[in-house]
């Protein structure tokens, strides 16, 4: 029979077994499925980068977007107005994209430094009003000059 004391150590130990594969699993998959986030300057400056995905985001630059004759792809430039990258898309635009808007795009940087985005999110004001509330604020600004 076994001491109180050994079972306790025992068991101990069993769970910090399971509790340390359980946290390197974590670890592994949030390592495998973590997305950076850089901007054009950051990316010029890193020597190494993720071969994984990463996001890169900064300002479309105005009249750079081109598009495909062949459908939805085409190509725009990114800027955070230090360095400027060449990004590819292949898939459709959100709405709120158009030149001179913040945009992050998610894909990979090829060994050209030109980024292949597989999907592009658009930035929008954070100051989100709805129609009726812009009306009623417009009204009541009206009522005040009166």
């Known amino acids: 029979m076994i001491s ?3 079972q306790r150590l025992y068991y101990i130990a069993f769970f910090l077994i399971i509790f340390g594969a359980g946290l390197s699993a974590v670890l592994y998959n949030l390592r495998t499925h ?9 990316v010029s400056q890193q020597t190494s980068l993720p071969l994984n995905k990463i996001r890169l985001g900064g300002v479309v630059k105005e009249k750079s977007v081109k598009y495909s004759l062949k459908g939805l792809s085409g190509e725009f430039i990114l800027t955070d107005f230090k360095k400027d990258i060449l990004v590819f898309f292949d ?16 894909g990979i940087l090829d060994k050209k430094n030109v980024f292949k985005a597989t999907r592009i999110l658009a930035k929008h004001d954070e100051n989100y009003r709805p129609p009726q509330s812009s009306r009623e604020v ?5 009522t005040l000059k009166e």
């Open 4 to 6: 109180k004391k050994k």
């Open 34 to 42: 973590l997305i950076f986030f850089y901007t054009p300057e950051e």
């Open 91 to 106: 898939s459709p635009l959100p709405d709120l994209f158009r030149e001179g808007q913040g945009v992050v795009a998610e």
């Open 138 to 142: 417009e009204a009541s600004l009206k």
